[in-house]
């Protein structure tokens, strides 16, 4: 079971950007898959998840500006995100979870595999 994030890259203030995270090992159709990101001096804080069932769920700080989203045929999970601010700026990880609950998608821990994470800079 593993996931790779690409699609990190700097960006300027309210520009966009697309993240990938590509599985193998197993299907996400069948899996949670979270988004997590983490800036320097900062902890982990959660993104946006989506279980196998379609559910979603936002952070707070990224609600209307960023989509998760999932492409059954190429196993792979989508961020796409909009309006970017400086504060988005971080490292941004890909995690994979079995039985992912709704109470649980904002958890890092419920989520066992975890990518090695693309960078995104947002700043002008």
């Known amino acids: 079971v593993q996931v790779v994030e690409s699609g990190g890259e700097l960006v300027q203030p309210g520009g966009s950007l697309r993240l990938s995270c590509a599985a193998s090992?197993?299907?996400?159709?069948?899996?949670?898959v979270g988004w997590f990101r983490q800036a320097p001096g900062m902890e982990r804080e959660f993104v946006a998840a989506?279980?196998?069932?379609?559910?979603?769920s936002y952070a707070d700080s990224v609600k209307g500006r960023f989509t998760i989203s999932r492409d059954n045929q190429k196993n792979t999970v989508y961020l796409q995100m909009n309006s970017l601010k400086p504060d988005d700026t971080a490292v941004y990880y890909c995690?994979?979870?079995?039985?992912?609950?709704?109470?649980?998608?904002?958890?890092?821990?419920?989520?066992?595999?975890w990518g090695q994470g693309t960078q995104v800079t947002v700043s002008s």
């Open positions: 995690a994979a979870a079995r039985g992912l609950i709704t109470s649980s998608m904002p958890l890092a821990r419920a989520y066992s595999t």
């Open positions: 090992g197993f299907s996400v159709r069948n899996y949670g």
């Open positions: 989506i279980k196998w069932d379609s559910g979603t």
